[in-house]
């Protein structure tokens, strides 16, 4: 997240046109919420700020929220999560709800997957996006088999893969974080094929989360896994080929990069035109100029829902491959707009407006 | 889809805002919309009504989700609250954060609370009846010579074939008790075969 900001950062301290460029302040909590609200206090009480992009987690996001508000402050989040949420002070620039697990779920019930079994990392991401899925599994003929989580960080997963074995679901809903998730690709790869049986084919893992550089982290057993991005590495325009130039010339080795390092670069670019629109880096000023903001992101072309605040983006679903990327087997015809409640989501499964591409 | 389904979308409902302060109302408003609720004037239509407890707003005539907005945490304001039965609250000043929860815990809050009425009134009705069940058990045993097992057995076949609960068809029965009418309320003829 941090090299994808930095890289839009350099690309607008490099662009002449722009006539103004941004100093970065860096505040590192190292994942520990205490140091969020430290860390948010430093920047916007001591440095005086108005804007940050930053925050992964849920837990963090909802640790600062209040710190901004009593700063009228701008937090730009560049992270996908479970939605819920449409806070006066935040921008949202990654995907919500009906942007990663509704077009997960509606790919699966178009290829006649029902059945489910869900494993997740026992927070609040796994959760609600558990309770989406089965909802619209249970709205639509399906069912979920079987539900366990577990502790986050825990990798001792073989009872729960036992579990799947014998249960045979359609398809495993994944949503454990870090370590325990790739510590489950492996080992339920290795335990599938003990018992003769295709991974990939028989027991496919779905993801909402599943990016570039985790595939790397997960090693041999990181291919044929599918994931619901609104960015993949692969996706080819003329926009992501000058990314992945950046990237690769600026972070040679860091592989590739992820979807959520795209958000960040999209937030950082998103908050630069605002300001150009808005001739000034005062937030009332810039979130009326948001409405009229349109960037080139890699994904494709992203404005903001002036209303919500969160992104116009562009769902695909990616199988994975042994090289560390992914294929892109599905993409919408069109930007899709975020619905963070899920208010507008249709109760019933019509066949969603997805073209084969590969 | 049972009654006990937590409802989670909220698209379409009606909600009546009952505050005069103007930046918490736009506040109010903007969340509500997003959440796909609408917005009413008409009291007569709401389905949810956030209404201020710091001021004397009288409470709807219907039965109805009613959300406090709290400003003065005095216990004769917060009275009231209790009062009027709000399901949810959320304190002032409004702020984006809370409101989902709100209309979330008012809804289903209310729906809850609806279904034990009924349940209650269901239990009601079965404990009023109570005297007219027992008057037709000691009837049957009397006149068809059953035990108190086998009479209630009887009694509970036939409300069962009549689609009425068994202390309707007690009552009809102990009603009936001096004029012909028979278990199960069928013509004696039709029942001959089966009856001593």
Known sequence: MFRGAMLAVDEIAADRSCGFAFAVHEVEPQGRNENYIAGARQLLQREGLAHVVGCYTSSSRKEVLPVFEKHDALLWYPSHYEGFETSENIVYTGAAPNQHVVPLAHYLLAQGGRNAFMVGSNYIWAWENNRIMRDILGRNGGQVLGERYVPLGECELDEIIELILRSRPDFIFNTLIGESSYSFFRAFRERCAAAGLDQPAELPVVSCSLAEPELALIGAACDGHLSSSVYFSSIRSEANARFLAAWKATYPAAGEPSADAEASYIAVHVLAQAIRLAQSAEVPAVLAALKDVRFQAPQGPVSINPDNRHSFLWPRIGRSRADGTFDIIHEGSSVVEPDPYLVWEPLTFSPPALKVVS | ?196
């Open chain 2, 1 to 196: 889809m049972t009654g006990h389904v937590t409802r989670s979308n909220f698209r379409g409902a009606r909600a009546l805002i009952q505050l005069r302060d103007e930046a918490g109302s736009a506040v109010l408003v903007r969340t509500l919309e997003r959440l796909g609720l609408q917005i009413t004037t008409d009291p007569a239509e709401a389905e949810i009504v956030f209404f201020d407890a710091d001021e004397d707003v009288a409470a709807p005539a219907r039965d109805i989700p009613l959300v406090a907005l709290i400003g003065s945490e005095a216990p004769s304001r917060l009275g009231r609250v209790v009062r009027q039965r709000a399901s949810a609250w959320l304190m002032k000043p409004l702020r984006a954060t809370g409101i989902f929860t709100a209309v979330f815990v008012a809804f289903n809050e209310h729906a809850a609370r609806q279904r034990e009425a009924q349940e209650r009134e269901a239990l009601r009705r079965r404990a009023e009846g109570r005297r007219v069940v027992v008057k037709a058990i000691l009837q049957l045993m009397a006149k068809q010579g059953l035990s108190d097992d086998e009479a209630y057995r009887e009694l509970r076949a036939a409300s069962m074939r009549r689609r009425i609960s068994v202390e309707e068809f007690a009552a009809e029965l102990v009603a009936a008790s001096t004029s012909s009418m028979r278990l199960g309320g069928q013509p004696p003829q039709a029942r001959n075969n089966n009856q001593t």
